[in-house]
Structure formats: C-alpha cells, structure tokens
C-alpha cells in the first residue's frame, strides 16, 4: 500500500517523460504556452489539469494560429494508460486504507467490548472499574453483559 499523494504520483511519472512528450501532451490537456514553460512547471500545470483544480485553456476554433507551428503533433500513445494505470492504483490504495482503518477500529472496539467477558470471576465492581477506564480512554459507552 503505497501512501503517495497522487499528485505526488503523476509527478513522479511525468518527470520521467522528455520535454517533447511533455508539451505535445500539456497542449493537449489544454495548458496555456506549453510550449514556453519549464519542464516542472509544465509537470505541475498538466497535474492542475488532471486533478481539476484548474479548467484546460482549449484553443478557440476559429482563431489563426499564432507562432511557430508545434514540432511534434502525435502524442505518445503510452502517456494516458500510464495516468490512468496511476489513478485506478491510487484509487485501489485508497479503498485498502480505509479498509483497514475500519477493520482496526471495529477490533479495538471489540477488543473493549470483551473486557468484561474475560473478567466475569472477579467482582463486578472490579468489572466496572475495567468498563469505566476503557470508556474514559476510547469515549464510548460499554455495558456490562447481562447474567
């Protein structure tokens, strides 16, 4: 279980990508002068944008292009299935952490759930002195089983 955030993932991927592959593929997502930015800020741009935390700038359909035309137009076919490959283990550790979590905290509440069966041959105040001190440490409410 990887405990990467996925921005930090894509990062990690895209940086191993060339400055080519990078601006075909920020053009396409729809980053603003990919052609002009620096390589991690081209990485972090596109990340925005794969995220939705920024809106792609698509270009207008009916404007004349301006400047130099793009020296590569193909995209590199393996860029998307590797993001997507990225996103669906993300989206699996994140469904195993949660997984866990609640598995452990349905045993440590059945752990204190069971203190007062494992203590039935001592007194019951020695019983409630054992319920009352897991309560005050968890802040749940236990009662003691019935006879």
């Given at each position: 279980?990887?405990?990467?955030?996925?921005a930090?993932?894509?990062?990690?991927?895209?940086s191993?990508?060339s400055?080519?592959?990078?601006r075909?593929?920020?053009?396409f997502?729809?980053?603003q002068a990919a052609?002009q930015?620096?390589k991690?800020?081209l990485?972090?741009?596109?990340?925005?944008?794969?995220?939705g935390?920024v809106k792609?700038?698509?270009?207008k359909t009916?404007?004349r292009?301006v400047?130099?035309?793009?020296k590569?137009s193909?995209?590199?076919?393996d860029?998307?299935?590797?993001?997507d490959?990225?996103?669906?283990?993300?989206?699996?550790?994140?469904?195993?952490?949660e997984f866990?979590m609640?598995?452990?905290?349905?045993?440590?509440?059945?752990?204190?759930?069971?203190?007062?069966?494992?203590?039935?041959?001592?007194?019951?105040?020695?019983v409630?002195?054992?319920?009352?001190?897991a309560?005050r440490r968890?802040?749940r409410?236990?009662s003691?089983?019935?006879?």
């Open positions: 279980m990887n405990s990467k955030p996925i930090e993932r894509y990062s990690d991927y895209l191993t990508l400055l080519n592959d990078l075909t593929f920020g053009r997502q729809g980053v052609t930015r620096k991690e800020d990485i972090d741009e596109i990340i925005k944008i794969l995220l935390k792609p700038n698509l270009p009916d404007a292009p400047g130099a035309p793009p590569s193909t995209l590199n076919p860029i998307m299935p590797k993001l490959e990225i996103r669906k283990k993300y989206e699996m550790d994140q469904r195993e952490r866990v609640s598995v452990a905290s349905l045993t440590t509440h059945s752990i204190f759930l069971s203190i007062p069966a494992f203590l039935k041959f001592y007194r019951t105040d020695t409630l002195s054992a319920v009352t001190t309560s968890t802040g409410t236990y003691s089983p019935r006879r």
